[in-house]
């Protein structure tokens, strides 16, 4: 087997997105919010079903997948691979804006249902050290909530460590999955999740269509072209900041030598000075 990289637009939206395999999103979805009993999601109705875009037309970095569930509760699952700025703030607006477009003026704010942000985070996020983080507006103080229909869980992968045999729970397979599908071969002898396995059978690319593995190397490729973007834009900026420092260096009357070691400036950088 080879499966995708699940960070991948068109492999995201393919797994979570399956109409004809809600059991893998509603899975995904029990086991990050772990929910039990009479609070576990039994079917849910995907909002943006998967379709296979027009290649060009693809966009990059911002992928998501809605759902909406028998409570009216809706799920918003997005996958970001390079951290825009302001993303703090983006949340909140997309979540408020799903959260206030449920009703027309005039209608009972008693209408309105839970909408539940699900990020996953191809780079640190949050200041803890926890892989698995859940966010939600209460008291400062004593942690009350009062305002429930808003949640926030954020799925950081770089803070996710553990191996293969380590896995016990459906969360952490999940997450494992997400994070290291691309470079396994087998489905892992410790899959026994319907759900998980099933998104397991669907990232294997050699089942997919000739336009769905063009689209997916295409998406590929943009997504380089936006970490690379990002790469030179903060060398640069990291370049100059440094020649800002050589500046007021030389006006305070160091020598070349000792700009060039305490900068580490290169001799063409020294130039550019």
Not at 25 to 48: Q, T, W
Not at 202 to 219: I, M, P, R, S
Request: with cysteine; net charge negative; glycine share 4%.
């Amino acid at each position: 087997m080879q499966f995708a990289d699940i960070k991948n637009d068109i492999a995201f939206r393919k797994i979570f997105g399956n109409e004809n395999k809600k059991i893998i999103l509603i899975s995904f979805l029990n086991a990050v919010m772990k929910l039990r009993g009479k609070d576990v999601i039994e079917n849910v109705e995907i909002i943006n079903p998967y379709q296979l875009p027009i290649i060009k037309n693809l966009k990059a970095s911002i992928i998501d997948v809605k759902a909406r569930d028998k409570k009216g509760r809706v799920y918003i699952i997005e996958m970001q691979v390079a951290e825009p700025e302001g993303l703090d703030k983006r949340l909140l607006y997309y979540a408020s804006k799903e959260y206030s477009q449920q009703i027309e003026k005039g209608e009972l704010y008693t209408q309105l249902k839970p909408v539940i942000f699900i990020g996953i985070f191809d780079f640190d996020f949050t200041a803890t050290d926890r892989y698995l983080s859940h966010h939600a507006v209460c008291d400062v103080d004593n942690g009350d909530r009062i305002l429930k229909d808003m949640d926030f869980y954020f799925i950081e992968l770089p803070k996710f460590k553990k191996e293969l045999l380590a896995l016990t729970e459906i969360t952490d397979k999940w997450i494992y999955f997400i994070k290291e599908s691309e470079n396994l071969h087998i489905i892992p002898k410790n899959v026994d999740d319907e759900g998980l396995e099933a998104a397991y059978q669907d990232a294997n690319k050699h089942t997919w269509t000739k336009e769905e593995l063009e689209a997916y190397d295409y998406a590929s490729m943009r997504e380089q072209d936006e970490r690379g973007k990002v790469e030179l834009a903060e060398k640069r900026a990291n370049i100059r900041a440094k020649l800002e420092i050589a500046k007021k260096l030389r006006e305070m009357g160091f020598s070349n030598a000792d700009i060039k070691k305490a900068t580490s400036l290169s001799d063409e950088e020294m130039d550019e000075l």
